[in-house]
């Protein structure tokens, strides 16, 4: 009997045509099981590029692909990493803002009239124009410094009004807003989650109705809208506000020119019946982060990101735009902390002693000092990588995932083992402690643009059940 076992084994194993068979009837059978997809749950895990991890899945890396693969900066960018953002880190000190709870206002200042809010958006709009590249770099160079500095620079390069403009805005919406942005004139944040709506953000409530107002005596189209955001990063100071709404036209209003659906709106902070509400502080990191509600806000037709035709487009504006932040913004915050853990870890580890001994001469010890070091490298070379896709003007949405998912918890596994060899000396909070608000953050870079489960079962897994993306074996 052991032997039929055997040899049926054998059969499996070296016989390719009757492997993929049975491969096959399982994967067949398994899919059955899953349940069936929703129109914006195929959205967005069609949404985006596929890039290098195509062959990787595939098993058949391209080597010579890879190696051709480049993410030098500019010497422009170079200069703008070792001056402005270095003047930057220097005025910055992260013990007095978490005393005050906020930046101090000549960092504001240096913020806006040197550009930190326009890294992205094109120099003919008054801004930057870097790189993916460099936009990671000014990231993880700030990082370094300070968490709740590195939020407040990435969130206006991030997902918000300023890409999704950049991406997808009208022309008079791109020469009117954009200039605003880069130059700081405009603070924006970008309203998403909600009460109900965290990671399955398609389930929002916000309310948009489709009406006609008249307006110095002429009838405009328009939204009507009620919400109820939270958890909104810079809402506190944000004089422009993204929406993510649900537009709904039950009088048929559109006449066919866009749809009911997510839709993306811009509202400026003035406008009536909007509330800024409560402040939120995550988890002791002090950046500004708060509530956004309201209820009979109305905005015209004009106000939508993209115009008319855009109604109902929203979802997958924001899958495809979060697939570059998260290539580039919280990757280099956990490339940031890490760096920094390693850095002072292995310092720590040579200058403190116990029974007469440096530290770092224990075994014990030379093993956190080992993973931390292997990690910080693996976590850098991840961000450098991922960010050359976007380089290459790619939108790679599982990828990003990846990368976001691995450099997050990776960067919790680093800072953790910094906290162990530092023992006391990182636990007792103070002006000399130079690790606890990196270990206060790492939930917060867990949590946002997707939390770390959902983005590793929903955006890297899960598509493999419905064979998609399209490079999925």
């Known amino acids: 009997m052991l032997w039929c076992i055997i040899i049926v084994a054998l059969l499996i194993v070296y016989m390719e045509p009757l492997r993929a068979k049975i491969a096959d009837f399982l994967y067949k059978t398994a899919g059955k099981s899953v349940p069936k997809l929703s129109k914006t749950e195929e959205e967005a895990l069609n949404a985006g590029d596929t890039w290098l991890e195509e062959d ?4 058949t890396p391209d080597w010579e692909r890879l190696a051709k693969v480049s993410t030098a900066l500019s010497a422009e960018e170079q200069a703008f990493v070792d001056n402005e953002t270095q003047i930057l880190c220097s005025m910055i000190n992260e013990w007095e803002i978490s005393q005050t709870r906020d930046l101090p206002e000549n960092v504001w200042l240096y913020l806006k009239e040197h550009g930190f809010f326009g890294l992205v958006i094109p120099k003919e709009y ?5 790189s993916a590249r460099a936009h990671s770099e000014v990231v993880l160079k700030i990082a370094t410094r300070s968490g709740v500095a590195a939020v407040t620079t990435m969130v206006p390069n991030s997902l918000g009004p300023g890409e999704l403009i950049n991406y997808y805005g009208t022309e008079e919406q791109k020469n009117y807003y954009l200039p605003r942005l880069a130059k700081g004139i405009d603070i924006p944040c970008f309203a998403l989650t909600e009460p109900g709506a965290g990671s399955d953000a398609t ?9 006609q ?3 110095d005596g002429e009838t405009v189209l328009g939204l009507n809208i009620t919400l109820d955001k939270r958890w909104i990063t810079l809402a506190p100071i944000a004089t422009l506000i993204g929406l993510a709404v649900n537009v709904r036209d039950p009088d048929g209003l559109l006449q066919g020119n866009g749809v009911e659906g997510i839709t993306c709106v811009l509202v400026p902070r003035d406008t009536k019946n909007l509330e800024i509400g409560n402040r939120h502080i995550p988890a002791e990191q002090p950046f500004m982060n708060g509530t956004i509600r309201g209820k009979d806000i109305f905005v015209p037709i004009t106000a939508v990101i993209g115009g008319q035709k855009r109604l109902g487009g929203g979802w997958q504006m924001l899958v495809e735009c979060l697939s570059i932040g998260r290539s580039i913004s919280l990757p280099a915050m956990g490339a940031g902390s890490s760096a920094v853990s390693y850095l002072t870890a292995g310092a720590f580890a040579r200058i403190r002693r116990q029974f007469n001994v440096e530290i770092g001469q224990f075994e014990g010890v030379e093993e956190k000092l080992a993973e931390i070091a292997g990690l910080s490298y693996l976590t850098n070379a991840t961000r450098l990588l991922t960010v050359a896709a976007v ?6 949405s599982v990828a990003s995932a990846i990368t976001k998912y691995f450099n997050t918890e990776l960067a919790r596994v680093v800072i953790n083992d ?6 006391g000396r990182g636990v007792v909070v103070g002006p000399r402690n130079y690790l606890t608000g990196f270990y206060q953050g790492i939930p917060i870079s867990i949590t946002v643009e997707g939390a770390n489960v959902m983005s590793r079962n929903l955006l890297i897994f899960w ?3 419905y064979g998609m993306p399209s490079f999925y074996p």
Do not use: C, T, W, Y
Not at 56 to 59: D, E, L, N, T
Not at 391 to 396: A, F, L, S, V
Not at 418 to 423: E, P, S
């Open 418 to 423: 910094a906290m162990d060899l530092h023992a």
């Open 56 to 59: 990787i899945f595939k098993g």
């Open 463 to 465: 598509p493999r059940f």
């Open 391 to 396: 380089n290459e003007h790619k939108k790679p």
């Open 126 to 130: 008054g801004g930057k124009g870097f």
């Open 213 to 215: 107002k008249e307006m």
């Open 203 to 211: 389930s929002i409530q916000s309310d948009a109705l489709v009406v």
